[in-house]
């Protein structure tokens, strides 16, 4: 559910007091959901902003919401520009529900964009002429070109449609009152949305360990299937014991005369001709033994299996009654007949007897949308130049100066951009000696002409065909740049 134009425009009123408080604290929570903590004369507050799809909307908050295991690259660059700034402005831009802040601080002025247009939406950060400086996701715009260093475009504005009623009853005691309405009904899609998540992690193992009784079941009903065959294994046994002396060794076959209450009957028995008779006759004796004695095991376990099949299911139906405050105690009982959730972990442990390796570079990515690779280190730098990067790839450096290798995936046959170029150039200045320089030169190609001399100290390199370029570092572009950095697996 995301909020409406008319419920924007009354939200964006009530919050006008915010205007001319200080910017405290800035948390990214998620991909494009963050909190300004405030202060002014209205007293401290906590400004909730959220472009995530479902629950795109802001007002007032009481709570702040969870942080993430790991922060946000986005984090790092708006606190960076926002806390210590004051609030100037907050108003609602013509166009499609997208309300715009304004904030003055030591570094200028700065907006913050948030787009709240449902599964659309995105946070973007503008420097003071209204150039991109960053963004909390990627757009999915494919009218407008929404990345950093480009000039900010609204969206279209929407036809007129009939006034739009407010959906949320203010909550008069809060010193906000629709917003507080609001995040009671946003706390309750939480609270839901959870609810049905933990029920969906204790039912998955309690389906899974269901299935697995069954199919033992299965297994189980095969195995007492074979008793009557025993019975017919132990008759053919008696028989050939009454007959021996009449079976030839290395028969394979044997006919023999069985007294029945309807009279005599020939019966012919399959042997083993590696055997004796007597051996085939202990064989049919020991096969039958067997089954006997596992049938009563068999029944025992049988009627195991089925109970535990019948509390698994009883619980799996219990699980979809029970509300938050009961799962706990499910657990618990789901733990006790071995069917449990796994326990979260913050990342895939390594195979046993592998050690996890830490990747040799950072990884950022060009205006294009190209991967970029930084070298760690003077070791990582072999690393990343003799064994990742591929022929074609572009590989740069400071001339003259330490530091890391850079390299840019390019698909076989593929020339970089010159905007890439230049963005791959502003890393490898960045990430060497030349740090901080307003003017350095890079050079560059392909990987394919970088040799690593035998016995050369670790980082040390030849390369051919290079092309050399006299860099004039942009701030914004470098800025842009290190916000893109992927995170580094755990």
Excluded: C
């Amino acid at each position: 559910m995301s909020l409406r134009q008319a419920e924007i425009d009354a939200l964006v009123k009530e919050l006008a007091p915010l205007a001319g408080s200080r910017v405290d604290a800035v948390r990214v929570h998620g991909e494009r959901a963050l909190t300004l903590e405030l202060f002014g004369r209205a007293g401290p507050a906590t400004l909730l902003l959220s472009a995530e799809a479902d629950r795109t909307r802001i007002h007032a908050a009481s709570r702040r919401p969870p942080s993430p295991p790991r922060p946000f690259p986005f984090q790092a660059l708006l606190r960076g520009e926002l806390e210590g700034a004051r609030l100037t402005a907050l108003e609602v831009r013509s166009g499609d529900r997208v309300v715009e802040l304004r904030f003055e601080g030591a570094r200028g002025t700065a907006r913050l964009v948030a787009e709240l247009t449902g599964r659309h939406g995105n946070l973007l950060l503008l420097d003071g002429a209204g150039v991109i400086r960053a963004s909390a996701g990627q757009s999915s715009s494919s009218r407008r070109r929404l990345v950093a260093g480009e000039p900010y475009e609204a969206p279209p504005v929407r036809p007129a449609f009939p006034a739009e009623a407010v959906r949320f009853a203010p909550v008069f005691s809060s010193p906000f009152p629709l917003s507080a309405a609001v995040e009671a009904h946003y706390q309750a899609l939480e609270e839901e949305r959870a609810l049905l998540e933990a029920r969906r992690r204790l039912r998955e193992p309690l389906r899974a360990a269901a299935a697995r009784a069954r199919r033992a079941l299965g297994k189980l009903g095969e195995e007492a299937a074979r008793v009557p065959e025993a019975e017919g294994d132990r008759r053919a046994a008696d028989l050939l014991k009454q007959g021996l002396h009449a079976v030839p060794r290395g028969a394979r076959v044997a006919t023999l005369t069985e007294w029945t209450e309807e009279g005599p009957r020939e019966v012919t028995l399959a042997l083993d001709p590696a055997q004796t008779p007597r051996e085939n006759m202990e064989r049919l004796y020991r096969k039958y033994r067997r089954i006997a004695e596992s049938a009563a095991r068999v029944a025992a376990r049988t009627a195991e299996v089925r109970e535990r099949l019948s509390a698994l299911e009883s619980l799996a139906a219990e699980i979809e009654r029970t509300g938050a405050e009961g799962l706990t105690r499910l657990e618990r009982e789901a733990r006790r007949l071995g069917a449990a959730p796994r326990a979260s972990e913050p990342a895939r442990k390594p195979r046993r007897g592998r050690e996890a390796v830490a990747l040799p570079y950072r990884a950022f990515r060009s205006h294009a949308g190209a991967a970029i690779l930084v070298g760690k280190g003077a070791a990582e730098n072999d690393e990343l130049t003799v064994r990742v990067a591929k022929g074609n790839d572009l590989w740069l450096h400071a001339r003259g100066r330490p530091g890391a290798h850079v390299v840019v995936r390019l698909a076989k046959g593929q020339a970089p951009d010159q905007e890439t170029v230049l963005d791959a150039a502003h890393l490898a200045a960045h990430f060497s000696d030349a740090r901080g320089e307003p003017v350095a030169e890079v050079v560059y190609t392909r990987a394919k002409y970088v040799r690593k001399p035998k016995g050369s100290a670790p980082g040390a390199v030849s390369y051919s065909q290079e092309r050399s370029l006299l860099l004039r570092v942009e701030p914004v572009r470098l800025e842009r740049l290190l916000t893109s950095a992927e995170p580094e697996p755990a």
